[in-house]
């Protein structure tokens, strides 16, 4: 009897131990989701910063958007990687928006209460993004934006 309690708690530990292993390879913030079929700002949720896959908000097609309220250090967990072609910044925080992966290379600033397209690779190149950076608390200058609708 005392084997078998043994061989199940055993089993038991390296089941957590697995879950757990499979869980730390892909850290997902905890308020991060993606939307199919979105078109427009209004889409993008009150708190939240949105990635779209398409200029000016998905405005031509419908299309992916990711919204999210936190770093993400690999956008690919989320099938997103290199597909941010415009982006709307609903939150009271300035995000950062990052060229490679784990906050690497060429960086562009999102100011609260800004949106941008990325039809002249201003101020991100089309399709770059590889992480976002989220600063709680930093609300920056509230400074405009691209000026589509």
Not at 9 to 21: H, N, P
Not at 28 to 43: F, I, K, M, S
Not at 82 to 105: E, M, P, W
Not at 132 to 141: C, F, I, S, W
Request: net charge negative; glycine share 10%; aromatic share 12%.
């Amino acid at each position: 009897m005392k084997r078998s309690i043994t061989a199940v708690a055993v089993g038991a530990t390296l089941l957590t131990a697995l879950t757990c292993g499979a869980a730390a390879a892909e850290p997902r913030p905890a308020d991060a989701w993606l939307r199919q079929n979105v078109t427009g700002t209004w889409a993008c949720p009150d708190g939240y910063l949105c990635l779209y896959e398409n200029y000016q908000a998905n405005k031509g097609a419908p299309g992916w958007m990711l919204a999210l309220r936190g770093d993400i250090e690999h956008l690919d967990w989320y099938s997103f990687n290199d597909r941010t072609s415009s982006v709307v910044n609903r939150s009271k925080n300035t995000a950062i928006l990052y060229g490679d992966y784990n906050f690497g290379g060429p960086s562009a600033t999102i100011r609260p209460g800004t949106k941008y397209s990325f039809e002249n690779n201003v101020p991100m190149n089309n399709d770059w993004t590889s992480s976002v950076r989220v600063r709680l608390g930093d609300t920056g200058d509230d400074w405009g934006d691209d000026g589509w609708g």
